[in-house]
């Protein structure tokens, strides 16, 4: 049946059975994905994802129901499920749906549709140009490109109707290097709106220094250190407690941040953002998964706590408007409060400057054991890292087998500096995120 005429008769039905009001939540999409190894393809998939979801109020309860086909079956299917949850779904909110708001136009540079054949060849060139880069170069373990592009739609009983497109290219490289019994990876990627925006000669330089500079490294006396956080490690990190400005998480008591609204609990060098509208991200879009429209909003200006994330509900709990936070990982799922596109706002001093200034510093080019190592709701982590150790200025030696230890709230007030290096890092879960390097006081580091 024709989606349109399928909502058209599904919202008939479900008044007929006494759904109060109803949304239908409804996404297509096409992706590639071609993994190259020792110049043959490893791996091929080329998918075409659609499924339906009905949202809907029985008896001042919510109800959820979902299908991937669109027949007049299903109609009854959607329906029977939706009501039976709804009986059996309790809530302290009564649900509501949203009726719409004034949207801004999403300004992207979407260039998805690439010959698959381009795709593969430029998989087969990451890897070879990768082996061919230095003689230490043992392998590339991993040399992927995908694209990915979809619509969402959102309709509602209230007389919301939105329709939105996008679309992503990934091209991600790891590879070995090896000097006699000393063994080193490194990775790089890209992700991006516009596949041709991507440089596959960079990113197999960019892999490949890292596993070559990493070579010869040694662990380090333990002790506290002045640590240049690296952008990606910034955002993986950033990522990992994220969570802390969520609405639902600061209700539930999972977050420290409960009644700081208004009061400063960074560096003054501290703005982040919740920005939809950031260009060539994939996850910028004009609407949350609620059809609320999403703004550019500082969640902290200047070291001071601005906003938190809202979704309806969470945002119906503390008597405010959702921020249009409310997203779903799947059509499948339920709506959850998460970021857009989050990010550190890039300073003006450049990363190398930064090197050159420091008498005695760490570089953390990674961060290992986030899900073990760190926990969202006290702040505290002790993680494995590696990175380069910086003497007068110049990187001396590369580092490993160590342990950065400390707290994020405290993190956020000992940032001395944030670099002008920004870049976002691969999408983790609903949200994307996003760093420059930072410069922090001190952590405390656990070596020889």
């Known amino acids: 049946m024709e989606l349109n005429k399928f909502i058209e008769e599904l919202f008939r039905r479900g008044r007929e059975e006494g759904f109060s009001d109803m949304e239908v939540y409804y996404i297509d999409s096409d992706s590639f994905e071609v993994n190259i190894y020792n110049q043959e393809v490893d791996k091929y998939n080329v998918n075409k994802n659609k499924g339906i979801s009905l949202r809907a109020i029985y008896d001042g309860r919510l109800g959820y129901a979902y299908s991937e086909k669109f027949e007049e079956e299903d109609i009854e299917f959607l329906i029977k499920n939706a009501k039976n949850n709804a009986k059996e779904t309790q809530t302290d909110v009564l649900p509501e749906f949203y009726q719409g708001g004034k949207y801004k136009e999403i300004e992207q ?266 926990n969202p709701v006290s702040g505290d982590f002790s993680l494995a890292a590696e990175g380069y150790l910086v003497e007068n200025g110049k990187i001396t030696k590369p580092v490993e087998q160590i342990t950065v230890a400390g707290n994020f709230y405290n993190v956020l007030n000992e940032i001395e500096e944030v670099l002008s290096d920004f870049e976002l890092a691969l999408p983790i879960g609903l949200g994307s995120y996003g760093s420059p390097s930072i410069i922090i006081k001190e952590l405390n580091v656990s070596g020889k």
């Open 109 to 374: 540079d979407v260039n998805v549709d690439i010959d698959a054949k381009k795709k593969i060849d430029d998989a087969m060139f990451m890897e070879k140009r990768a082996k061919e880069y230095d003689s230490r170069i043992d392998s590339v373990n991993y040399c992927l490109v995908e694209t990915t592009k979809g619509r969402r739609k959102i309709v509602n009983t209230k007389g919301l109707n939105l329709e939105e497109e996008g679309g992503v290219g990934v091209a991600y490289i790891a590879v070995v290097a090896k000097d006699k019994d000393d063994v080193k990876s490194g990775s790089s990627f890209k992700v991006t709106t516009n596949y041709n925006k991507i440089d596959f000669e960079k990113l197999v330089k960019e892999a490949c220094d890292e596993a070559i500079n990493s070579l010869g490294a040694e662990s380090i006396p333990s002790g506290k250190y002045k640590v240049i956080l690296r952008r990606d490690a910034a955002a993986t990190l950033l990522a990992t407690f994220s969570s802390i400005f969520s609405a639902d998480s600061v209700q539930k008591g999972f977050s420290l941040l409960k009644g700081k609204l208004n009061t400063k609990i960074a560096s003054d060098k501290i703005t982040i953002l919740d920005d939809p509208f950031l260009k060539d991200a994939p996850l910028s879009c004009s609407f949350d998964d609620e059809g609320v429209e999403t703004y550019t909003k500082e969640v902290i200006k200047d070291g001071v706590l601005k906003t938190f994330l809202y979704d309806i509900k969470t945002a119906k709990k503390d008597g405010v408007k959702s921020t249009g936070n409310g997203f779903k990982s799947t059509y499948k799922s339920p709506v959850v409060v998460a970021p857009t596109n989050m990010y550190i706002v890039k300073g003006t001093l450049g990363y190398e400057e930064a090197i050159k200034m420091q008498e005695k510093a760490l570089i953390i080019t990674s961060l290992q054991g986030l899900h073990s190592g760190a």
